[in-house]
């Protein structure tokens, strides 16, 4: 837990900046029935029968100090698709970082293993040299400033019934 504290107590350095990075499941499901609009002295009724249309994974990267996110939104969670995040962190809005430093949860898909797995050696090597990785510790994973939104974006905005990544983006 220190770890990651002396990590957030650094000051913002450009060259170093300080990412947290989490992803999380969405189950998308639609309506078999459209629901009956609100109207005056009644809530929005929908039926309770629904249809599954499969699970999305969100990826979130937030750097707290500069208030920036970028939010990916894809159909399954790999380490490849985790290797891919990163690579388009550190070469599209990263590039001119020295390190990025990373907080992150211990997932066995978030290490440098999976940009082996997905890269050739070379660009793998390259990839993680750019990176400066902390992991919270088990069962503190709160920790993870990243989490935290996911966490809020689930309780306030996907609540409802979704039924497509391409709604999750709207």
Partial sequence: MEDVLEVYARPYNPKYPVVCMDESSVQLIGEVHAPIPIAPGHPVLMDDEYVRNGVA????????????????????????????????????????????????????????????????????????NRLEIHYTPKHGSWLDIAEIELSVLKRQCLERRIDSIETLYE
């Fill in 57 to 128: 994974s969100i990826f979130l990267e937030v750097e707290p100090l500069e208030g920036k996110r970028k939010v990916k939104i894809i159909d399954r969670r790999t380490r490849i698709e985790w290797a891919h995040f990163i690579k388009e962190m550190l070469e599209e809005r990263y590039v001119d970082a020295e390190k990025v430093v990373l907080v992150m949860d211990n997932l066995n898909t978030h290490n440098i293993a999976s940009l082996y797995t997905s890269f050739p050696p070379e660009e793998a090597r390259h990839l993680a």
